[in-house]
Nanobody
């Protein structure tokens, strides 16, 4: 599956952004989809994942209650709605696809998009 992320930008603290990830390929409807982020000088960290049918989601603790991951299999799209953004959310955000229902590490995901920059100003 090929992935392309978009929707990043500059936003003030407390604001919102919605990231989108467009997918192509035959396996999208069967893949677990995830979002990761990487700040300068830091490792790529897990943010959220959604199961193949959207029925199960999982978030890292720091974004619970603020971020929502969703998918539209008919459109081959994955979204990350980010509310109440904080400066510490600043990073390049990547979407990823994998075939492990409980995937949460970068190694669990075999396909990656190119990343989209999110900058939150204080």
């Amino acid at each position: 599956v090929q992935l392309q992320a978009s929707g990043g930008g500059l936003v003030q603290a407390g604001g919102s952004l919605r990231l989108s990830c467009a997918a192509s390929g035959r396996t999208f409807g069967k893949d677990t989809m995830g979002w990761f982020r990487q700040a300068p000088g830091k490792e790529r960290d897990f943010v959220a994942r959604v199961s193949w049918n959207g029925g199960s989601t999982y978030y890292t603790d720091s974004v619970k209650g603020r971020f929502t991951i969703s998918r539209d299999n008919a459109k081959k799209m994955v979204y990350l709605q980010m509310n109440s953004l904080k400066p510490e959310d600043t990073a390049v955000y990547y979407c990823a696809a994998g075939n492990n229902l409980y995937a949460w590490t970068p190694a669990d995901f075999g396909s990656w998009g190119q990343g989209t920059q999110v900058t939150v100003s204080s």
